[in-house]
């Protein structure tokens, strides 16, 4: 079982910078082949990635991000991070941290080549809100 539990999130003005991190239990380090993301859902929206990064290390990013926000990872002390700078008002949502379960080589370079999605990820944590003023 694995555990995520996100904090950081917070109110900030237009241009500020936040971030968050994602604490994570379990047996996650413990695979060979997966994926950790950042996510976000405003009201009436449907969620979306922000930023994944891979059992590999490589790192993508939604494109209204790009440029703005980073994923890393320390896995000495299972964290996760988004640090999340020159935010606009658009960035309001509640953002969530997830992660996949055990992936074989073969779906997981499957997963790697066609872009994950929501409904790949099967850990999720209870997500925190972002709020950005104008």
């Known amino acids: 079982q694995v555990q995520l539990v996100e904090s950081g999130g917070g109110s900030v003005q237009a241009g500020g910078s936040l971030r968050l991190s994602c604490a994570v239990s379990g047996y996650m380090y413990t695979l060979k082949n997966f994926f950790m993301g950042w996510f976000r859902q405003a009201p009436g929206k449907e969620r979306e990635g922000v930023a994944i990064i891979d059992s590999d290390g490589t790192t993508t990013y939604a494109d209204s991000v790009m440029g703005r926000f980073t994923i890393s990872e320390d896995r000495a002390t299972t964290t996760l991070w988004l640090q999340m700078d020159s935010l606009k008002p658009e960035d309001t949502a509640m953002y969530y941290c997830?992660?996949?379960?055990?992936?074989?080589?073969?779906?997981?370079?499957?997963?790697?080549?066609?872009?994950?999605?929501?409904?790949?990820?099967?850990?999720w944590g209870q997500g925190t809100q972002v709020t950005v003023s104008s």
């Open positions: 997830a992660a996949t379960t055990y992936l074989s080589e073969d779906y997981w370079r499957k997963l790697r080549g066609r872009g994950v999605r929501p409904v790949d990820f099967d850990y």
